[in-house]
């Protein structure tokens, strides 16, 4: 049963730390998202990469957020220095098509 | 653009009752609609998905859905609840230029009494 994979399942971390979560998806998944979960905003998209290109990254602070795919089988999303706002749970999701999204189970941050 | 509008944050339902759950999209170009659900600590799951074939799907667990155009609405079905369906449920959709792109109401949290 293949399913997106996400560590760390949970990180606590000081302001001003860098923080680094990573994403598995899917094997043969060619189009990988990043979600940000808070109560105030709900989900939203912060970028997605297709074929390991980054097609938008317009949801994502860009001073301090930085989202890769060093190859197929990883995507990492960056944040330094955090912040507490930047508390939430982060979720990867990987499609091999246009509509269906695998999510994985999240990282849940806590900035102090 | 696109966007989603899913009506009451909350809704209560007894153990066997109908479960309704309100979704309304605007899409400037044919959309593809899609509920979620979310369990505590956990990732979303797909319940089912509406991309153009027939306007009422099926999905997992006994839920439905019916894509209405006139009424730009995708509302979630399920005849009698169970109490595993307490869980926190999201409407999704994708349209226009947003290639793969999901834009998410902000979800109906469903409560089921004994």
């Known amino acids: 049963d293949a399913r997106v994979t996400q560590t760390p399942r949970h990180k606590v971390t000081e302001m001003g730390q860098e923080v680094t979560m990573r994403c598995q998806p899917i094997?043969?998944?060619?189009?990988v998202f990043w979600y940000r979960q808070t109560m105030m905003q709900g989900l939203e998209l912060l970028a997605y990469f297709r074929n390991r290109a980054p097609l938008d990254d317009s949801g994502m602070p860009k001073d301090r957020f930085s989202a890769e795919m060093p190859d197929a089988t990883l995507a990492t999303l960056k944040i330094q220095p955090s912040e507490p706002r930047d508390s939430a749970v982060y979720f990867c999701?990987?499609?091999?098509?246009?509509?269906?999204?695998?999510f994985g189970p999240g990282t849940r941050l806590t900035v102090l | 653009a696109q966007s989603v509008t899913q009506l009451g944050s909350h809704v209560s339902v007894s153990e066997g009752a109908l479960v309704l759950l309100r979704c309304n999209y605007s899409?400037?170009?044919?959309?593809?609609l899609f509920w979620y659900v979310q369990y505590p600590n956990q990732g979303l799951q797909l319940l089912l998905k509406y991309t153009s074939a027939a306007t009422l799907v099926k999905g997992i667990n006994g839920f439905e859905a019916e894509f209405k155009k006139s009424e730009t609405s995708f509302h979630l079905t399920k005849p009698s609840a169970h109490m595993s369906d307490a869980a926190e449920y999201f409407c999704?959709?994708?349209?226009?230029?947003?290639?793969?792109?999901?834009?998410f109401g902000q979800g109906t949290i469903l409560t089921v009494h004994p």
């Open positions: 999704a959709v994708i349209g226009g230029t947003s290639y793969g792109k999901l834009t």
């Open positions: 094997l043969g998944h060619n189009t």
């Open positions: 999701a990987s499609t091999p098509d246009t509509d269906t999204q695998y």
């Open positions: 899409s400037s170009v044919p959309p593809y």
